[in-house]
């Protein structure tokens, strides 16, 4: 059981150059999200997915693109690289209870060190 | 809506001595919370998580918090530091799935020989 794997764990990017970062996850979790985190600062969500189809907007979303064609899959696209977007992306999934509690945990990924130069 | 803040950006204690991470939430609704380690340049570990169970959550490597609703606070600690327990600290919450986790800024423990 591999939880989340993120690919790949470094990448230096030119500035206007673009990348996808890309996120399996092997627990049939419905829930997947897209984090990046800024030196000392917590994570800020960036996109999220509820399923495989629906992807909406977390609080950081400009300059990112998502996609979630199957349940396991939700790669982070970067389509015009800048610097502000050096940062270490984590992805995640999620569990629900389906009961209506929200009692449910997150499985992380390693995370994607990028840096934009 | 929902929002964490963690009291201290840094904490400093003496190996053997107890810690105490401070952290306290707002949240429209009935929220899990969780406490989760990150050492340097590693990815994001959980410690302990609580969903409404029992107030006081015990975690890994010794750690545990209380939930306490009246106060709006879910505290870290731990009865005897060790110098492993050097990392860093979020406190996050989450009382929706499609709002995410919600991370605090983070407190930097940092234990002294």
């Known amino acids: 059981n591999a939880g989340v794997t993120q690919t790949p764990k470094f990448r230096i990017l030119k500035i206007g150059q673009s990348m996808t970062l890309q996120c399996t996850q092997d627990?049939?979790?419905?829930?997947m999200y897209w984090y990046r985190q800024d030196p000392g600062m917590g994570l800020k969500l960036i996109y999220y997915s509820v399923g495989a189809g629906i992807t909406d907007k977390g609080e950081v979303p400009n300059g990112y693109n998502v996609s979630r064609s199957t349940t396991e899959d939700f790669p982070l696209r970067l389509e015009l690289a800048a610097p502000s977007q050096t940062s270490v992306y984590f992805c995640?999934?999620?569990?629900?209870?389906?009961?209506?509690?929200?009692?449910?945990?997150?499985?992380f990924g390693s995370g994607t060190r990028l840096t934009v130069v | 809506a929902q929002s964490v803040t963690q009291l201290d950006s840094h904490v400093s204690v003496s190996e053997g001595t107890p810690v105490l991470l401070r952290c306290n939430y707002s949240s429209s609704y009935s929220p899990s919370l969780f406490w989760y380690v990150q050492h340097p340049n590693k990815g994001l570990q959980l410690l302990l998580k609580?969903?409404?169970?029992?107030?006081l959550v015990k975690g890994i490597n010794g750690f545990e918090a209380e939930f306490k609703k009246s106060e709006t606070s879910f505290h870290l600690t731990k009865p005897s530091a060790h110098m492993s327990d050097a990392a860093e600290y979020f406190c996050v919450v989450s009382a929706d799935p499609r709002d995410g986790l919600t991370f605090g800024k983070g407190t930097h423990l940092i234990i002294q020989p």
């Open positions: 627990m049939n979790h419905n829930y």
């Open positions: 995640a999934s999620s569990e629900t209870s389906g009961t209506g509690g929200y009692r449910y945990g997150y499985t």
């Open positions: 609580y969903t409404s169970a029992a107030t």
